[in-house]
């Protein structure tokens, strides 16, 4: 997956937008006022940060040599994933999918209704696992 293919698809989530407050290097990916993503660059290479859950996170490490623990971020629950071409492009929209919807999931009740009317709870939450709902 290109940084550009990557970006488009961070943006089309529901109510996702682009903020830069770690500077003009590394793109930082919101929904409401949380991070679900960021995308920067070190020696020409893109990695993204997402979110994850620990159990996960641990898993596609295993799986994948492109998955690492989070750069700056709480190691067990973010992953670093470089585009690097080592992880399939399927796969690292899942990771987006579920780093969106596990940041969703934590919104407060009011903000998770406006994204789950405005645009569909399957949209908002295609990357949980059953084991992993969203709070009632």
């Known amino acids: 997956m290109t940084d550009d293919a990557l970006h488009t698809y961070l943006l089309d989530k529901p109510g996702a937008w682009l903020d830069y407050p770690f500077g003009p290097d590394v793109r930082v990916y919101k929904v409401a006022k949380k991070m679900f ?3 920067g660059w070190e020696d020409d290479l893109a990695r993204t940060n997402l979110k994850c859950d620990p159990q996960y996170a641990t898993a596609l490490r295993d799986m994948f040599s492109g998955v690492l623990p989070g750069y700056h971020m709480n190691k067990r629950h973010w992953n670093t994933v470089l585009l690097d071409a080592s992880v399939p492009t399927s796969e690292i929209e899942a990771m987006v999918d579920h ?7 934590s919104l407060s009740k009011a903000e998770r209704l406006h994204l789950e009317v405005s645009h569909g ?6 990357g949980l696992t059953p084991s992993i709902q969203r709070p009632t």
């Open 121 to 126: 709870k399957e949209a908002v939450y295609r």
């Open 99 to 105: 780093s969106f919807a596990l940041v969703v999931r």
């Open 37 to 39: 993503a960021t995308l």
